[in-house]
């Protein structure tokens, strides 16, 4: 059954920047997907692990949920349009043994251009003690000046939290299977992970292709649906 976004739901979203789609995915496609990332990072150290992939080179497994899952499309047509192109996706792991919090930012502050969106799928439980995410609803509106700050966790860009004093935070714990969109200038962060235990998820990112995008990051992509009149 193809999960169903109502009016409602297309309404939330543009307001507040999210929508938590829950039971996208089946705990048999997480699973597979867990571990196949699990074995494509596990010759990697570090606190945390990332591959990203462009549309040319997304190995079958991960194709298969983030460009060929009808439900995932059927919700990314109602909430962006009928014209859906695929970026890039990554797995991301945040280790066990050294726990960080991701700080506050906006992903357009990476790529600049037009307006992209994000699924973050939980591949596994996430909580506040494993390290979900925290967002806050309707910071979508307004793109930031962001802290240039390197660290060795790999966050470049951030808003620092004294800029954010008063702001609503809403906390996004997520079951497996569930996906949160998100627009790229939705100001959201992390827990740290606490619970001792490596916590996966994977992030597909996507554009409205009927609207022309100077930025450059991505020199191939994947039409889902619709004509691309860029």
Same mark, same amino acid.
């Given at each position: @059954? !193809?999960?169903? &976004? %109502?009016?409602k739901?297309?309404s939330s979203?543009q307001?507040n920047?999210y +929508?938590?789609v829950?039971?996208?995915? %089946?705990?048999?496609?997480m699973?597979?997907?867990k571990? /196949?990332?699990?074995?494509? &990072?596990?010759?990697?150290?570090g606190p945390?692990g990332?591959?990203?992939?462009k549309?040319d080179?997304?190995?079958?497994?991960?194709?298969r949920?983030a460009?060929?899952?009808? /439900?995932l499309?059927?919700?990314l047509c109602?909430?962006i349009g009928?014209?859906?192109?695929f970026?890039s996706?990554k797995?991301v792991f945040?280790s066990g043994? !050294?726990?960080?919090?991701?700080?506050?930012?906006?992903?357009?502050?990476?790529? $600049? $251009?037009a *307006?992209?969106y994000s699924?973050?799928i939980?591949?596994?439980e /996430?909580?506040?003690?494993?390290?979900c995410?925290?967002?806050?609803?309707?910071s979508h =509106?307004?793109?930031?000046?962001?802290a240039?700050?390197?660290?060795?966790n790999?966050?470049?860009? =951030?808003?620092?939290?004294?800029e954010l004093?008063?702001?609503?935070?809403?906390e996004?714990? @997520?079951h497996t $299977?569930d996906?949160? &969109?998100?627009?790229d200038?939705? +100001?959201?962060?992390?827990?740290?992970? *606490?619970s $001792? =235990?490596?916590?996966?998820s994977?992030?597909p990112?996507? =554009?409205? /292709?009927?609207?022309s995008?100077? %930025?450059?990051?991505?020199?191939t *992509?994947?039409? +889902?649906?619709?004509?691309?009149?860029n």
């Open positions: @059954m !193809i999960n169903q &976004v %109502s009016e739901d297309v979203f307001k920047g +929508l938590i829950q039971r996208l995915f %089946s705990q048999n496609e699973e597979e997907a571990q /196949a990332a699990k074995t494509m &990072v596990e010759a990697q150290s945390s990332v591959f990203v992939w549309a080179v997304i190995p079958e497994v991960f194709d949920i460009c060929c899952h009808p /439900a499309v059927s919700v109602r909430l009928p014209e859906i192109e970026l996706a797995p945040k043994k !050294i726990t960080f919090a991701s700080p506050w930012h906006q992903d357009y502050a990476y790529w $600049g $251009g *307006t992209k699924v973050w939980a591949l596994e /996430a909580t506040p003690e494993n390290g995410l925290k967002v806050i609803p309707g =509106r307004k793109f930031r000046d962001h240039n700050i390197k660290d060795v790999g966050f470049v860009n =951030r808003v620092l939290d004294s004093e008063g702001a609503k935070v809403v996004a714990p @997520m $299977g996906a949160l &969109v998100f627009h200038c939705l +100001l959201h962060s992390s827990f740290p992970n *606490t $001792g =235990r490596d916590r996966w994977f992030i990112t996507y =554009r409205d /292709a009927s609207i995008d100077e %930025s450059g990051v991505w020199e *992509t994947t039409l +889902l649906c619709g004509l691309n009149s």
